[in-house]
Structures are given as structure tokens and as C-alpha cells.
């Protein structure tokens, strides 16, 4: 395949967590590409193009089956570049994956987490891991197993391999890492709400509790209200993207994981409107990107939760966490700002449309 990008179809899915494949299909076709998300559906109502849509009725799941499976069939013949996400392909087991490279396709796979994440070695490596938290040992080892066992046959297919997260870079062989991105047009900065009774007003928003390591946020939180600290929680679970959205603006501080080593979609929205944001960051991970040094996020991990949350209430917290939720902004549109991540992607889009197969 060669030629220019622009002449091309790009198609992303079929999973649209943290509304990248929605996200990005619409800034592709903001410049001049044409481009489609087609995702699984979202009990989040993430912004999308064409809903794959189920049911737990017998009758309207078979027919959903076979609407999907031909939207799925039109766009195998419709699309040049298939830009596939957490290791789905539009057909069951990757059977599809062998037929792209036969007539000249390109295929991206990103990983977006445990679909790449190998729970033994997280375990064997690291003294906190979300995976730990997630699933027990015997269901872990089996996850390895199919991890291993799929991304053995993918890699012989795949084009180009994205992880969405430093996190994922060692387990992905020959991985780049592309930053999660947001449409920062749709998040305002915002400066913090006045203090009501002098009362911080904290919010975490686990879409998984094991994940996001909330039990130890929990437990330090009300150790810290126990002796006297004015916290607010707002626990925020099974809401809409919309809805969280707006939760957002109502907190002082956000926390989002300190188990796993890194931050997401989560983190970089809240930072976005001008929250300073609490998640563990393993530093290590800083050597496969070149803006670690550049994060105005609070390190802390379970270990370090409750002091470094404590000592922040202590000093002056409100001025502390209006100058941070500045830079926190800043960042994000320095490096999470999806028209610039977008121009990553066309560039490297470019590159393979432009070699030789």
C-alpha cells in the first residue's frame, strides 16, 4: 500500500475505553482523513460512530449478531488501515488478521492494560500491582497464558504496536507508547470551588475498586476525618461520562489509582479542568517516554497514601492545590491534547502506507 494518507480510510475500534477509538476518528476526520469509530457497546455512552449493539434477549441477540457481523464484513472491505485496540479484531479469535496483510491492509494494535498486562511478572517485580487486586493467582496465571498465546499470533500480523501507557511497554514487544488523549475543548479549566466549612472536597472514581487500589484510599481517608481532618469523599461509580465530567468540577483534589504505576483517561480529564491529582507514578517507567520529569501529579502509593495526603492538608492546602491545578492544565495541553496526539498518528500512519510491503 502507498500513497497518501489522506486518499486512505481509517477505521478505529472496536473498543472505545477511554473514548480513544471515538476520540480519535473524530479528529482524524477534522483533518481531512476519512476515518470511523465502530465500538462495542458502552454502558458510559462514550462518544462514538456506529454502536455494536447486544442483547440478553434470544431473539434480538441473534439478530444483533448478524447486524453486527455485517457492519463488521463492510468494513473489512470498506477500510485501508485498521487501528485495533485491547487485542479485538473484527472477527472472533483474530481470524480476520492474516487476510489484511493478504490484500495490503495495515493493521495498528493498542494495548490499553490487562489485555497485555502478564500478572505473573507484575507480581514477581513489583511490590504494588493492580493485577493482584484484580484476580486471584490460578485466574492470573490462565490470563498469562491467553495473553501470551494471542499476542504470539498477532505480532506476525500487526504494523505498528501502541501501548497507551509507559505501564504496558515492557510486556509489549516493539511497542511505542502514544499518550491518552482528550479533546481538550470539551474540558474548561476550572478553578477549584470555594471551601464550604473549610472542607477539602476529595473524589475518586473507580470504574474497578481492585484496579484503582480504592480500598487504601478508603481506609487512610476515614483515618484521616477520625482524627479531625475536614475531607469530604465523593465516591463516584456507575455514571456516565457526562456525569463524571461534571463531578469533576465539584472537588478539590482527585484521586485516581496508586496501585498499578501510572495514570489514565481518568486522571488526565480531571487534570484537564484544573484538579491536582493524586496517583502513584513508578518512576522507572519514565525511560520509555520523554515527559516524566514534566508530571505535576502527587506520587503516592499505598505505602505513602495517608502521609503524603496528611502533610497535604497540613500546609495551606487550598493555595497548594490551586497552583497545581494550573500546571495540572498546562501539562495536559502540552502533552495529552488529542490534536496533537492525532498529528503522531497521521505521521505514522504516513510511514506505513509509504513503505514497502
Known sequence: ??????????????????????????????????????????????QTDIVLKGSDNFITKIYF????????INCFFKFDIFHFYYGKTLLPNQIDLYFYKLLGKKVIMEYLGNDIQLYGVSKEKYKF???THMMTEDEGLIADQ????????????IDKTYVCAPLYSEFAENSEVIPLAIDI???????????????????????????????????????????????????????????????????????DQILGGW?????????????????????????YINWGKEIPIINV???????????????????????????SRNFIETFHDADLVTQKLIKDYQKLISSSN
Open 1 to 46: 500500500m502507498t500513497g497518501n494518507i489522506k486518499n486512505k480510510k481509517v477505521f478505529h475500534g472496536l473498543v472505545n475505553y477511554g473514548t480513544q477509538s471515538g476520540i480519535f476518528a473524530n479528529k482524524l476526520r477534522e483533518n481531512n482523513i476519512y476515518a470511523q469509530s465502530v465500538t462495542f457497546q458502552d454502558p458510559f455512552k462514550r
Open 65 to 72: 449478531y448478524v447486524l453486527n457481523l455485517i457492519i463488521k
Open 129 to 131: 500491582t493492580n493485577v
Open 146 to 157: 491467553n495473553i501470551l498465546k494471542r499476542f504470539s499470533h498477532e505480532k506476525k500480523y
Open 185 to 255: 475543548n470539551q474540558f474548561n479549566y476550572t478553578p477549584l470551588p470555594p471551601l464550604v466549612d473549610n472542607t477539602i472536597k476529595i473524589m475518586h472514581a473507580p470504574t474497578h475498586r481492585g484496579f484503582k487500589g480504592t480500598s487504601f484510599i478508603i481506609e487512610a481517608i476515614e483515618k484521616l476525618k477520625l482524627e479531625g481532618f475536614q475531607i469530604e469523599l465523593d465516591l463516584v461509580e456507575g455514571v456516565t461520562h457526562q456525569e463524571l465530567i461534571n463531578r469533576y468540577k465539584n472537588c478539590h483534589l482527585f484521586i
Open 263 to 287: 495514570y489514565g483517561t481518568a486522571t488526565i480529564e480531571a487534570m484537564a479542568i484544573g484538579r491536582p491529582t493524586m496517583v502513584f507514578l513508578r518512576e522507572e517507567y519514565f525511560d
Open 301 to 327: 502509593n499505598p505505602d505513602t497514601f495517608y502521609n503524603g495526603l496528611k502533610q497535604l492538608l497540613i500546609n495551606n492546602p487550598f493555595e497548594q492545590l490551586n497552583v497545581l491545578g494550573v500546571k
